[in-house]
């Protein structure tokens, strides 16, 4: 089997914002006849005072607008991204047709694109790079973390959401798409030829002491056999500790994570979850494949969603030692309403909570050792004070 290098790629980030919402538990609900499936209330937005008053504006709009090649089609669909938008949830999202093939394609680990990770500036409200896969054109292109996308094929990214920017970067493969990037202050454009893209989830090393590392960049289908390959890697070449990097890792597949959380955690609650009416749903682990090993896990303000079902499990658990800083704070999930003519609407629909009942939106996991990353000297010669203080604990333990 081949060993898979360190590609640390931790991100030296001032801020994460809404954008680690790509990443989230995706369930697909059917609509019939208009009505959810899903026994849901009926509102009384769509009445006759409101139908009016949109047929008017739309009479203002064809009748007064200074140019008569209104876009019909698209004034339609802003109607259903404005109705979505006035939640001002930063997860819940009106997908296109397109958006929704994006989505669901990412969620399996494998597209056409650039290969790196699209968030959003919190402070600039648009859409940046946040992490560049190993050996991808963006890499090639000369990008780097922190690179704001200000156009994309001519189109300007502002008010965009990430879903709608990663949706004009993808494409078919072989094909090239018109960047324009800014980066410290200064814009910078490139062309960008897409390529088959295989996000490469997991990464893996043996260490000296026989310490095992292995880094998780997100939770996608493919992480799973990833996962277990780079485990039995580490345990055939001797492994006495595992440090388990999350560091970063913005969530993904609800599911995979689970399939995780089973090979590590003992029998017991792994997560469970709570809608608006108090309905809890519980996942449990059998422990028949609990890790042995001594495990110290990695976390900073990055870690988000899905890292933080796996982290909060490890440390209620006592299965691990969390180092680090406190995670993200994203715990809800969202569900992907299918409506049934190619284009979803995707919506939260409940809160997750650790095995003891603690919340994690807008509070996060806390670590059990605090270490904050010195920066400037990961910047000067790439050492790492966070990894250095998981091996100091992990060797205690042997």
């Known amino acids: 089997m081949e060993k898979k290098s360190n590609n640390l790629g931790i991100g030296i980030l001032i801020g994460v914002c809404a954008s680690v ?175 088959k893209i295989e996000s490469p989830t997991v990464s893996h090393e043996m260490m000296e002491d026989e310490i095992g590392y292995l880094r998780i960049s997100e939770f996608d289908e493919i992480t799973v056999t990833q996962f277990e390959d780079a485990m039995a890697d580490l345990r055939a070449q001797g492994m006495k500790g595992l440090i388990l990097d999350l560091r970063d890792n913005p969530g993904g597949s609800v599911s995979a994570v689970l399939e995780i959380a089973r090979q590590i955690l003992p029998e017991g609650l792994i997560v469970y979850t709570e809608d608006r009416e108090g309905n809890r749903e519980e996942q449990h682990c059998d422990g028949k494949r609990a890790i042995k090993e001594p495990l110290v896990v990695l976390i900073n303000g990055n870690s988000a969603s899905a890292s933080e079902i796996l982290s909060g499990a490890i440390k209620d658990h006592g299965t691990g030692t969390l180092v680090g800083t406190k995670t993200f704070g994203k715990g809800v999930i969202q569900r992907i309403i299918d409506l049934k003519d190619g284009t979803a609407v995707k919506i939260t629909i409940s809160s997750y909570f650790s095995p003891k009942g603690n919340e994690i939106h807008e509070v996060g996991i806390s670590p059990d050792v605090e270490c904050e990353l010195d920066v400037e000297q990961y910047l000067e010669d790439g050492s790492d004070n966070q990894l250095e203080r998981a091996k100091e604990i992990l060797k205690q333990e042997f």
């Open 21 to 195: 919402a790509l990443f989230c538990v995706i369930f697909i609900v059917m609509l019939s006849n208009g009505t959810l499936l899903l026994g849901a209330q009926k509102s009384n937005l769509m009445d006759e005072q409101v139908a009016k008053k949109i047929s008017t504006v739309d009479s203002v709009l064809h009748n007064y607008y200074y140019k008569t090649d209104i876009d019909d089609e698209a004034v339609t669909e802003g109607i259903y991204r404005g109705m979505v938008a006035a939640l001002k949830d930063p997860y819940s999202e009106y997908y296109s047709k397109e958006e929704l093939d994006a989505v669901m394609n990412q969620t399996q680990g494998i597209y056409y694109g650039i290969g790196a990770y699209v968030g959003l500036d919190e402070e600039m409200q648009i859409a940046k790079i946040v992490g560049v896969f190993e050996g991808s054109p963006a890499e090639a292109a000369g990008l780097m973390e922190g690179d704001l996308i200000i156009e994309v094929a001519g189109e300007s990214t502002v008010g965009m959401s990430t879903t709608e920017v990663v949706t004009l970067i993808k494409g078919e493969e072989g094909t090239s798409v018109h960047v324009k990037f800014s980066r410290d202050g200064e814009s910078f454009e490139r062309d960008i030829v897409r390529k």
